[in-house]
């Protein structure tokens, strides 16, 4: 029996699937329109490009907003409130893999059009979550008075004042926790347009209010309060989104001891998830502080805040994948499952390209306008190198959601502690021979070497697929980037020290060229299926708006038998 007949076999025989209601106007499978490709490939677009701009958005509100918060508020406050929201963004990531563990879930009842087993997915995750933020409130409220006094030592004339803030923060945090599986019901159902939209307009919101209290005379107390109004209103946004894409969503308290477990069993490889992305975000800090010193520390600190941008937009762009993979997996749909894991790791490797380049090319005049001439000097290459190595381990993305939404967080928890030991041993036999360079060198390699391993799991093991096939995918990406590079070298030689008009001009046309190389190369490979035409097919999305997913409580107009492994409509 092949792999692909493993995969259906298993998710049809599974304990944990769910037949859809059959009794009222729930007897109706997943509706044919949903597993479109051409309506999930417009779907798909407007996700993406709704997860780009929540994550664009805020970093451009901050860059305004920052200096004139700073300037009110002061040193001692700005700090105290930056800590503050610092402890509970972290204090919040103890929830770990219950987030993805809702996502899972709810696609997966979604797709399978079971009203009943949605509401006691959400009634189930709204209980762990409350009980959860309860307890991390309680505990952090108790040591509230030590963290301000002996943690952060803030001085007695702020005291108070950062101590009352402290505790509305944790109120904040403590309903916002209670309020998680209501923030992702949007994500899960793909509705990303709406929840973006939700969260932009908050983020907006509270820099707005921020603002106006600090002009009006007012301080830490105030934006603290406010900030836990904006969230109950956020909330409430949330759940009437919720209830307007499911008419019929009435979660409730709930038990379920089916759901408890896989929602722990989400949790627990969640946690081991978090734990090797936190480890690979500070040892390479830490491994090099010890090494070579805090002064050459600073050159990688640098460097690695602007490379590894590139796979946090493309992280949150494709997040979508996540959601999509658990409807394909719960409908059966391996053929379209398939495809979509092949056409977005085509995907973010060209985009990665094109957001990479101009950085490799410009890394040094970028750095010399930035800061000082004789920092480029010394973080250049590391820039450069850095650059490379995020944009070669953001290709592992789609594998990484595709594995998630099968239900396979284990192989992800295993990379990702098999990345520490990775990471630190090339920086202890690295960094003390070739300093920087050698280490940030030794990386792109061995990001290289662990995302190929990745995609080859799930190219191999999960789609039952051979693994030549992943050359045709990285091909076209392979081509631009060796193109680019032989550009690069070449227009390089013919220009000493240009200015940087002529030099962004120059980075420009080389992206274009190795973007376009690229596409040409996935358009000889792959035919029909390439991207330029499945761009093309896919165009009318950007004149009109997506049409809403048919809810649950609504009968379908047609249906597809959950696990049969094809869908209506061209493929």
């Known amino acids: 029996m092949s792999r692909p007949r493993q995969l259906g076999t298993r998710l049809r025989a599974s304990p944990h699937h769910v037949q859809p209601d059959s009794t009222g106007p729930l007897a109706?499978?997943?509706?044919?329109?949903d597993l479109n490709p051409i309506r999930l490939g417009r779907r798909s677009l407007l996700n993406a490009a709704s997860s780009a701009a929540s994550f664009l958005w805020p970093v451009l509100l901050?860059?305004?907003?920052?200096?004139?918060?700073?300037?009110?508020?002061?040193l001692?406050?700005?700090?105290?409130?930056?800590?503050?929201?610092?402890?509970?963004?972290?204090?919040?990531?103890?929830?770990?893999?219950?987030?993805?563990?809702?996502?899972?879930?709810?696609?997966?009842?979604?797709?399978?059009?079971?009203?009943?087993?949605l509401n006691q997915v959400l009634g189930v995750a709204l209980t762990l979550y409350a009980i959860l933020g309860v307890a991390l409130g309680l505990a952090l409220a108790l040591v509230s008075p030590l963290l301000i006094t002996r943690v952060v030592a803030v001085?007695?004339?702020?005291?108070?004042?950062?101590?009352?803030?402290?505790?509305?923060?944790?109120?904040?945090?403590?309903?916002?926790?209670?309020a998680t599986p209501l923030a992702r019901f949007a994500t899960a159902v793909q509705r990303y347009e709406w929840a973006a939209t939700i969260d932009i307009v908050y983020r907006s919101l509270a820099v707005i209010v921020q603002v106006v209290l600090l002009w009006l005379g007012y301080a830490l107390v105030a934006i603290a309060l406010a900030m836990l109004v904006l969230t109950v209103l956020r909330i409430a946004a949330q759940l009437t989104l919720a209830r307007h894409l499911e008419p019929g969503l009435r979660p409730r308290p709930a038990e379920g001891r089916e759901i408890v477990r896989r929602l722990w069993s989400f949790s627990f490889y969640g946690a081991c998830i978090y734990v090797g992305g936190q480890a690979m975000q500070h040892l390479d800090r830490l491994l090099i502080g010890v090494l070579v010193g805090p002064a050459t520390l600073t050159y990688y600190v640098v460097a690695q805040a602007v490379s590894s941008r590139i796979h946090l937009l493309l992280a949150h762009t494709s997040h979508f994948l996540f959601p999509l993979s658990s409807t394909l997996a719960a409908a059966?749909?391996?053929?379209?499952?398939?495809?979509?894991?092949?056409?977005?790791?085509?995907?973010?490797?060209?985009?990665?390209?094109?957001?990479?380049?101009?950085?490799?090319?410009?890394?040094?005049?970028?750095?010399?306008?930035?800061?000082?001439?004789?920092?480029?000097?010394?973080?250049?290459?590391v820039l450069q190198w850095l650059t490379v190595g995020y944009a070669l381990m953001s290709l592992n993305l789609s594998a990484y959601y595709l594995l998630q939404g099968t239900e396979r967080p284990r192989i992800n928890a295993?990379?990702?502690?098999?990345?520490?030991?990775?990471?630190?041993?090339?920086?202890?036999?690295?960094?003390?021979?070739?300093?920087?360079?050698?280490?940030?060198?030794g990386i792109v390699f061995y990001h290289g070497a662990s995302t190929l391993a990745q995609l080859a799991v799930v190219q191999r093991r999960i789609l039952g697929r051979p693994l030549w096939g992943l050359a045709r995918v990285l091909g076209g990406a392979a081509v631009g980037g060796l193109v680019t590079l032989l550009l690069a070298a070449y227009v390089g030689s013919l220009l000493s020290a240009p200015r940087l008009p002529i030099l962004a001009s120059a980075a420009g046309a080389l992206t274009l060229a190795g973007v376009g190389a690229a596409l040409v190369v996935d358009w000889l490979l792959w035919g029909k299926d390439a991207l330029v035409w499945w761009c093309i097919r896919i165009a009318p999305t950007l004149r009109r708006r997506v049409s809403a997913a048919t809810p649950v409580s609504q009968p379908a107009t047609a249906t597809v038998q959950a696990g049969s492994g094809t869908a209506a409509g061209p493929s």
């Open 28 to 33: 109706a499978a997943t509706p044919a329109g």
């Open 62 to 74: 901050l860059a305004v907003a920052t200096p004139f918060i700073l300037q009110r508020l002061g």
């Open 76 to 117: 001692e406050r700005y700090g105290a409130w930056a800590f503050i929201n610092a402890l509970l963004a972290v204090t919040g990531a103890f929830s770990l893999g219950l987030g993805d563990g809702t996502v899972k879930l709810v696609a997966e009842a979604h797709a399978r059009r079971h009203l009943t087993r």
């Open 155 to 178: 001085s007695e004339a702020f005291r108070g004042e950062v101590l009352v803030a402290l505790w509305l923060a944790i109120l904040t945090m403590i309903v916002t926790l209670a």
């Open 332 to 381: 059966g749909n391996r053929r379209q499952l398939a495809r979509s894991f092949h056409l977005s790791t085509r995907m973010i490797a060209v985009l990665a390209l094109a957001l990479a380049t101009p950085v490799i090319l410009g890394a040094e005049p970028l750095l010399r306008l930035w800061l000082s001439a004789d920092f480029a000097r010394n973080a250049a290459v």
């Open 414 to 441: 295993v990379f990702a502690l098999l990345a520490v030991v990775g990471v630190a041993t090339v920086y202890v036999l690295a960094v003390p021979r070739w300093h920087l360079v050698g280490a940030a060198s």
